[in-house]
């Protein structure tokens, strides 16, 4: 009797453990970076490409240890407060109005041609019209990586509720739930999928927002690094800023990927769906 490819597939699965599979993933996303990191190295060194133009990594490594024992943290901890604040506000905001435009064709026509026209009005065009009206402190910064959070949030999130299935809000209208009572059990868990993936994009504008405010005016922060190693013809801390931006922005993104799973194992549980979500 012959076995089934797919029955096979998992019996060898098991049979090489849970434990060797979880570590499979992970080895394989190295494998990318490290052969980009060896080839830089290797060309780097040979005279290939000229070390004032593309330091070698290991030379970026020893640039970020000093600058972690330095004023690293300082510039971390700067941006970070600026894009959670931002995102914050920018992310609230356009959850309500997803909520109102996704609800009623109403506000949909007196909303969407302005929201449209908002959104394609690129993130630098911002920059000197919110310095002229609230100079260099820190709400010029927090409104503009607001800015660039609303619009991903907005967006997915009138999709999500425009996408759900109707048919879910007449089995509720027919169990007699009211207006609020029909969106907390029946409209927000079904648009939550669509909601999270405008949260997590939201999040990545908010910090290429972050960069974009502190290239122009900040003493402090991951963008005003980046300026400071371009105005010293610094290569090596531009790469060391670049790093660090693209570390944080991946662990702010995998911890909103692991509250989703999280909550879309809970909501299955709760409406008796099952499934799971990896």
């Not at 290991?58 to 024992?69: E, G, K, N, R």
């Not at 290569?235 to 799973?261: H, M, N, Q, Y």
């Amino acid at each position: 009797m012959a076995v089934p490819s797919k029955s096979l597939g998992n019996a060898q699965a098991q049979s090489q453990g849970p434990g060797r599979s979880r570590w499979r993933t992970p080895l394989k996303a190295c494998v990318l970076p490290v052969a980009i990191i060896a080839v830089l190295e290797a060309v780097v060194r040979l005279g290939w490409v000229p070390a004032y133009q593309m330091p070698a990594p290991s030379d970026v490594a020893v640039t970020l240890l000093d600058l972690a024992q330095g004023p690293l943290g300082k510039h971390i901890g700067a941006s970070l407060l600026r894009v959670l604040i931002g995102f914050f506000i920018g992310a609230s905001l356009a959850l309500v109005f997803a909520a109102w435009v996704g609800l009623s064709r109403e506000a949909e026509a007196y909303l969407e041609p302005t929201f449209a026209g908002l959104r394609a009005i690129p993130s630098l065009a911002w920059v000197p019209l919110l310095l002229l009206w609230l100079g260099i402190d820190e709400s010029s910064k927090i409104i503009l990586i607001a800015i660039g959070a609303f619009f991903p949030v907005y967006v997915n999130g009138v999709a999500a509720i425009r996408n759900i299935d109707r048919r879910l809000v007449e089995v509720g209208q027919m169990y007699g739930f009211g207006r609020r009572r029909l969106v907390w059990r029946i409209l927000l868990p079904a648009a939550m999928p669509g909601l999270f993936t405008g949260l997590r994009s939201g999040l990545s504008m908010a910090w290429m927002f972050v960069v974009a405010a502190e290239l122009i005016a900040a003493t402090k922060g991951l963008g005003y690094l980046l300026s400071d190693g371009r105005e010293t013809s610094r290569p090596d801390i531009v790469l060391a800023a670049i790093i660090t931006l693209a570390v944080l922005g991946k662990i702010s993104d995998g911890l909103f990927a692991s509250v989703e799973r999280r909550w879309l194992r809970w909501r299955d549980t709760y409406t008796g769906q099952g499934g799971t979500h990896e």
